[in-house]
């Protein structure tokens, strides 16, 4: 079972930037495939980006052009950085981990994933 802690969520203004950090503390993490989703208030929860092992990334189409996802092999943690930020982007954020090498197309969908984090709030005014 991975074991995912986030970090780095806070409160910014319209415009703002956040980088969100995910430490994966497992040894399969090389192997893993990562995915950062969100879910706001009284909505589903819902695919940001997701990266496979080999660094290729996939991004929900609100999130092209704002949000990067990237990773560090050495430390074992995931990143999403995100910029213009807007109040629509308030949600509760969390990191997940697929325990396989690569994302197929619907890489969105959270039933794919095996681990979540506890997530890390994000709130945009």
Known sequence: HV???ESGGGSVQAGGSLTL?????????ARACMGWFR???????EGVAAINSDGRT??????????TISKDSIEGTTYLQM????????????????????LPDNWHEPR???????G??????
């Not at 109040?87 to 690569?102: E, L």
């Open 83 to 102: 910029n213009g930020l807007t109040p629509v982007d308030t949600a509760m954020y969390y990191c997940a981990a697929r325990v396989r090498r690569f």
């Open 3 to 5: 074991q995912l802690v």
């Open 21 to 29: 950090a995910c430490l994966n503390s497992d040894y399969s993490w």
């Open 58 to 67: 996939n991004y929900a189409l609100f999130a092209k052009g704002r949000f």
């Open 112 to 118: 794919l994933y095996n681990s979540w984090g506890q």
């Open 120 to 125: 890390t709030q994000v709130t945009v005014s």
């Open 39 to 45: 879910q706001g208030p009284g909505k589903a929860r």
